[in-house]
């Protein structure tokens, strides 16, 4: 059974940090590109950071560069989302989705609420 599965979600405040997981199971998870997206409310759903297979190349979006930082730990089939200097407009249920070719799989989201 094909699983992403988000957390480490949470309440912070301005200027925190969170570290999302994201683990994988029931495909190989080493041969995805893996990406995490989020969507605020009201909102579309935008690409936040990516991670491609075997080089591990990243991409980020322009409003979290520098500050938030994507890995993956193959050994463990996880994809993980550090996250810095978080901000009010981060707030969004964060969403991690693995690529291969045409095939996408996505998590269930996990909330992320930055407030004082």
């Known amino acids: 059974q094909v699983q992403l599965v988000e957390s480490g979600g949470g309440l912070v405040q301005p200027g925190g940090s969170l570290r999302l997981s994201c683990a994988a199971s029931g495909f190989t998870f080493s041969r995805y590109h893996m990406n995490w997206y989020r969507q605020a409310p009201g909102k579309q759903r935008e690409l936040v950071a990516g991670?491609?297979?075997?080089?591990?190349?990243?991409n980020y979006a322009d409003s979290v560069k520098g500050r938030f930082t994507i890995s993956r730990d193959d050994a463990k089939n996880t994809v993980y989302l550090q996250m810095n200097s978080l901000r009010a407009e981060d707030t969004a249920v964060y969403y991690c989705?693995?690529?291969?070719?045409?095939?996408?799989?996505w998590g269930r989201g996990t909330q992320v609420t930055v407030s004082s």
């Open positions: 991670v491609t297979s075997i080089v591990a190349f990243t």
């Open positions: 989705k693995a690529t291969l070719g045409s095939i996408e799989k």
